[in-house]
């Protein structure tokens, strides 16, 4: 097919007529139509392909040799540099095993669930009744503490890595969307840079980092990249979570109250959250070279981003998808942690973050009040911005 800009908009008019503020809000209509009419479209206002299909995604992201994260204008490398997010083959395999041990279930398990509940109370110690906002008093402190104390950089303040968080995610929206970095953000990812590479030198304790640094598995300035970008991934990825998971619970009813009586349901509700509403509903690849997904040829150096949201919404393997059911049977069949080389690293602390906040939260009552709050939105990261709660 032909792939000037004209004839991509005539081929794909429900892409061509998709706008960011379709896709920020609620934007399972849109994903939906995409899906059905377009499973692969050309968006002219993100300049990207988009995959919207569940099985099309899945080949995508499996496929490493011919839909690669290796590509200057990877979005995240622009702002953190080269890491396990950006590399494939050999380089990739280099940056992502000295982490990987650290991040088994089994040593999750140890190290962390004693911690997750005592931090989840000291949250919400002098907290009866409430009210609390539970992303920025629960979800996302909680997961700054994870992060922090699985790298071993607890000498680095909770307020420094939030500022540097919302610098590294304003960065890569601006990427995203107009292909820009606001210099303040940019200069705040530098100090960050700067900061951890001194906290690695520098820390006291356990310090994960440091260790890795000594066994020459990764250079210095390659461990501060990879420090920024576990710290945001960790981040983001669980403070969404956590907080999409009290939004489902709070906001359907029955679900809390199911949620508190039987463990395997809040097991399956974590999953059922994870899928309705993935905290990070995209990612990006580029074609290596000319090829075909479904029925459209793609070119070769090609932007195509996988809507992991509309992926979870497919009809084809989750009957009603809008709907949050905390007993769906196949609510695992999700692709919120990715599927092939880039699946999430750190998905089992994740969980266990959720699943500390959510039972911390349902020891305390049956019955919640909730004060205020608005649903999940954003174009690549999805969460509420408010969500509070008393009891």
């Not at 911690?115 to 539970?134: A, I, M, N, Q, W």
């Not at 939030?162 to 995203?176: E, F, N, R």
């Not at 349902?362 to 954003?378: A, F, I, K, Y």
Request: aromatic letters at 6%.
């Amino acid at each position: 097919m032909t792939t000037t800009p004209d004839a991509r908009t005539e081929r794909f008019p429900i892409g061509a007529a998709v706008t960011v503020a379709d896709l920020e809000g609620d934007p399972r209509p849109v994903l939906a139509e995409l899906r059905r009419h377009e499973p692969v479209s050309w968006l002219p206002a993100l300049d990207a392909w988009w995959v919207t299909r569940r099985d099309l995604a899945l080949e995508a992201m499996r496929d490493a040799e011919r839909f690669t994260v290796d590509d200057p204008r990877f979005t995240t490398a622009r702002v953190l540099g080269p890491s396990m997010l950006s590399l494939d083959g050999p380089e990739h395999r280099r940056h992502r095993e000295p982490f990987a041990p650290g991040f088994r279930p089994g040593v999750v398990r140890e190290r962390f669930d004693d911690f997750l509940t005592h931090e989840v109370d000291r949250l919400l110690s002098g907290r009866d009744g409430g009210p609390v906002e539970l992303r920025t008093g629960l979800a996302g402190p909680l997961a700054v503490a994870s992060i922090t104390r699985f790298l071993g950089l607890t000498d680095i303040g909770h307020d420094e890595v939030l500022d540097w968080y919302h610098a590294i995610t304003k960065a890569i929206t601006g990427l995203t969307v107009d292909d820009a970095i606001d210099p303040a953000d940019a200069a705040a990812v530098e100090v960050a840079r700067a900061r951890v590479r001194r906290a690695i030198e520098e820390g006291t304790g356990e310090n994960l980092m440091r260790e890795i640094g000594r066994s020459g598995s990764l250079r210095v300035d390659e461990l501060g990249s990879a420090a920024l970008v576990l710290m945001f991934g960790a981040i983001e990825t669980a403070e969404g979570m956590t907080t999409n998971l009290l939004w489902h619970l709070l906001t359907t009813p029955d679900a809390w109250r199911d949620a508190a009586t039987d463990p395997d349901r809040l097991t399956n509700a974590i999953e059922e959250s994870l899928r309705v509403e993935p905290a990070a509903s995209l990612v990006d690849r580029y074609t290596t070279s000319a090829t075909r997904l479904g029925d459209v040829d793609l070119p070769a150096g090609e932007l195509v981003t996988i809507s992991l949201l509309a992926a979870n919404h497919d009809p084809a393997t989750f009957t009603d998808p809008d709907t949050f059911d905390i007993d769906r049977e196949n609510a695992r069949q999700h692709l919120t942690f990715v599927q092939g080389p880039h699946a999430c690293l750190g998905l089992h602390l994740a969980r266990a973050e959720a699943r500390a906040a959510a039972r911390g939260l349902l020891t305390r009552t049956l019955d919640p009040v909730l004060e205020t709050h608005t649903p999940p939105t954003g174009l690549i990261f999805r969460k509420p911005e408010r969500l509070t709660v008393r009891w």
